[in-house]
């Protein structure tokens, strides 16, 4: 029978995982109403969605923000579904397999979110599902509109729900590029601040551009050291005593922070690609970091969030991996029926998933 919640009864439910954003320990399995045509023309079946800090720091109570108008937010932001149906000539059939894009566009819109890049959104009023204002995946089926969904191989398997964080990634090694390209530049070699997801999909995309990688992390055992050797890169415990052309910072540690900045190549680039939450700061000294970039052309800056352009670029590059190392990269698969263990982080995990179906 259909659960009677803030007075409706839905005769036409499904389950979700939705909580109260801003108060700690309010997700709950919900029965909500099916998602309605407003949502997008394309109606997704989900067949999975992957677990990030992001979501626990909404369990937490950290942030988030519920559709207006409403008082829950349903979670996930890292989709994979199956296309029930879908508008002619939209680009996409039923049966095809898809990720929906987490951050659309402000209403406005800012000059930025005009053209498509909406992950350099100017004025802040942007949405993102899962998080802000806007419903995420965490549902048995959800919409999306074609502007906002990409297909997906389906030789990938599962293994495609890794598809937003390696979309985080996709970007971050685009601008690194373009800002290589100020002056002549043949970088060898990268290091990694962190082996999570969003480390991994980073190494692997230095490798697949034939790059020397090396990847920090302070776990000794477990399979981060592993996937790291088996996908070609150097594992380290510490910050290596190499200069690295680029790094790539995924931690969101300062203390990591300071070490990415201080010990990159004259030249060099670093992309600060995490956060770290309420962390102490670490000790800086502004003024050698300003002589060191100024007088040695060095560039830090930040990167969060992806456009169109980065999942396609990131579809490409999961589509060049090893299909047996993507699938060692998610460590724990939970069922629908157990929903609550995904959201409990455990010692080994690298990327636990929920699944929406078998």
């Known amino acids: 029978m259909p659960e ?3 007075g409706r009864c839905y005769l036409n439910d499904m389950q979700a995982v939705t909580l109260n954003p801003g108060k700690a320990g ?8 099916e998602p309605v045509a407003a949502q997008g023309s ?3 079946r989900a067949l999975a969605v992957g677990i990030c800090g992001t979501d626990r720091e909404l369990i937490d109570g950290l942030y988030g923000e519920a559709v207006p108008g409403g008082n829950r937010l349903v979670l996930g932001h890292e989709s994979l579904g199956r296309v029930i149906s879908a508008p002619p000539h939209s680009g996409f059939m039923t049966g095809d397999i898809v990720v929906g894009i987490v951050r659309h566009p402000d209403p406005v819109p800012c000059p930025n979110c005009a053209l498509g ?3 350099m959104c100017r004025n802040g009023r942007y949405t993102e599902r899962g998080i802000k204002q806007a419903d995420g995946f965490a549902a048995e089926r959800w919409r999306s509109d074609p502007g906002f969904t990409v297909k997906v191989s389906p030789v990938l398997g599962l293994a495609a729900v890794l598809l937003e964080p390696a979309s985080v990634l996709a970007k971050a090694w685009e601008h690194v590029e373009r800002i290589g390209r100020r002056a002549r530049w043949a970088p060898q070699r990268v290091v990694i601040t962190g082996a ?6 980073a190494a692997l995309m230095g490798v697949q551009r034939g790059l020397e990688v090396h990847v920090m992390d302070r776990n000794d055992s477990g399979p981060k050291p592993k996937l790291v050797r088996e996908l070609g890169a150097t594992y380290h415990r510490e910050f290596p ?13 300062p203390a990591v922070i300071v070490q990415a900045v201080g010990a990159s190549a004259p030249g060099s680039i670093v992309c600060l690609t995490g956060l770290g939450g309420k962390q102490h700061a670490a000790s800086f000294d502004v003024a050698k970091l300003n002589q060191s970039m100024v007088l040695e052309n060095r560039v830090v800056f930040g990167s969060v969030n992806a456009n169109l352009r980065h999942y396609h670029a990131a579809a490409d590059a999961l589509a060049h991996a090893n299909r047996a190392w993507l699938d060692q990269v998610i460590t724990r698969r939970v069922n629908l029926k157990k929903w609550d263990e995904a959201y409990q982080k455990q010692e080994d995990d690298v990327k636990a998933v929920l699944l929406f179906e078998d």
């Not at 309010?26 to 109403?33: E, M, V």
């Open 196 to 201: 999570g997801p969003v480390g991994l999909m």
């Open 241 to 253: 005593a190499i200069e690295p052309d680029i790094v790539i910072e995924c931690t969101g540690s």
């Open 42 to 44: 394309v109606l997704v």
């Open 26 to 33: 309010s997700q709950r399995l919900d029965h909500i109403a």
């Open 117 to 119: 890049e909406w992950d």
């Open 4 to 6: 009677l919640r803030h």
